[in-house]
Antibody
């Protein structure tokens, strides 16, 4: 079965760090474009970051310089390292497989992992 | 690129025709997707490339538009269609979503 399972969320103090993981099954992370999208509970969606098959990465301005997207090919896992966390980073973080076959779009989503930044 | 969705919410009855619009602040060609989200669930792809229906999505959903103005139409609203709908542009980074349209039961 093709699926994405996020983990690593939790409660962290402002200024703290957290690493989210996304374990993929049924396809290979390294040969696909992968992204993170977040959603404040009850609010809208915000794209966070993307990693290309070749390793290029892009970020939303709101997280640039604080967040780092990466992957471990041996574990078929995507990561999001989040440093200098702020209360406004509180959200449900989704791991997403990005399709680029004809046009770009978010294809497969995980169920999300909740990050709460609070003292 | 800013994506402006309208309306932010609407009330409709089963079998109503519903139209949601999304306007981009600059030309995004047809690099737009539409997603449906129900409470507690991840978003689900309905339409990509502005007008291509994702496999498995009921034919009552359709998308149109190119450039800056886009439309999602539900031809006959079904009980399972009451949800929040989002557009998103894939033209350039940062990818941006519309603020969402909540479709509620009248």
């Amino acid at each position: 079965e093709v699926q994405l399972v996020e983990s690593g969320g939790g409660l962290v103090q402002p200024g703290g760090s957290l690493r989210l993981s996304c374990a993929a099954s049924g396809f290979t992370v390294s040969t696909n474009y992968m992204s993170w999208v977040r959603q404040v509970p009850g609010k809208g969606l915000e794209w966070v970051s993307i990693i290309y098959t070749g390793g290029n990465t892009y970020y939303a301005d709101s997280v640039k310089g604080r967040f780092t997207i990466s992957r471990d090919n041996s574990k078929n896992t995507l990561y999001l390292q989040m440093n200098s966390l702020r209360p406004e980073d509180t959200a449900l973080y989704y791991c997403v497989w990005v399709s680029t076959v004809t046009k770009w779009y978010f294809d497969l989503w995980g169920r999300g992992t909740l990050v709460t930044v609070s003292s | 690129i800013q994506m402006t969705q309208s309306p932010s919410s609407l009330s409709a009855s089963v079998r109503d025709r519903v139209t949601i619009t999304c306007r981009a602040s600059q030309d995004i060609s047809n690099n737009l997707g539409w997603y449906q989200q129900t409470p507690g669930k991840a978003p689900k792809l309905l339409i990509y490339a502005a007008s291509t229906l994702q496999s498995g999505v009921p034919s009552g959903f359709s998308g149109s538009g190119s450039g800056t103005d886009f439309t999602l139409t539900i031809s006959s609203l079904q009980p399972e269609d009451f949800a929040t709908y989002y557009c998103v542009q894939f033209q350039s980074y940062p990818w941006t979503f519309g603020q969402g349209t909540k479709v509620e039961i009248k």
